[in-house]
């Protein structure tokens, strides 16, 4: 990041940017689902032990693709809450087929009627 983003609204396109290349996107999506997942477990069974579980799936998943498929600095060493909440959002939106429109208007992809990204 040229400067740092000093609002939400600058923040989420180069967020989007920087998970640019699908297969980490589709790294975050498993992190975010299983340390969701995790999270509720813990918290339904009281298995507190499986709290330990939320950070190692979100941030392993992240970080593994970071270093080996996007090759860049994870967000979150930044911008910790704007990466975690993007993350959901990010998640959310391709679950439900709208991030399309987010990755184009951040500029990954050229145009409306590039291949699907998500």
């Known amino acids: 990041m040229a400067r740092k983003a000093d609002t939400y609204g600058e923040f989420w396109p180069y967020y989007l940017r920087e998970h640019a290349l699908a297969p ?3 790294f975050h999506y498993a992190g975010t689902v299983l340390a969701t997942s995790a999270l509720i477990f813990a918290l339904a069974t009281q298995t507190w032990w499986a709290l330990i579980l ?3 799936f979100g941030y392993g998943f ?3 693709s970071h270093a080996f498929i996007e090759r860049n600095k994870p967000a979150t ?3 910790p809450l704007w990466s975690l909440i993007s993350d959901y959002r990010m998640t959310f ?9 987010h ?3 951040a500029g990954v992809i050229d145009h409306p009627q590039a291949r699907p990204a998500q």
Not at 93 to 101: I, S, W
């Open 54 to 56: 939320f950070p190692l």
């Open 77 to 79: 060493f930044d911008h």
């Open 62 to 64: 992240a970080w593994v």
């Open 24 to 26: 980490t996107r589709y």
């Open 103 to 105: 990755l184009v208007e």
């Open 93 to 101: 939106l391709a679950f439900t087929g709208q991030l399309r429109r």
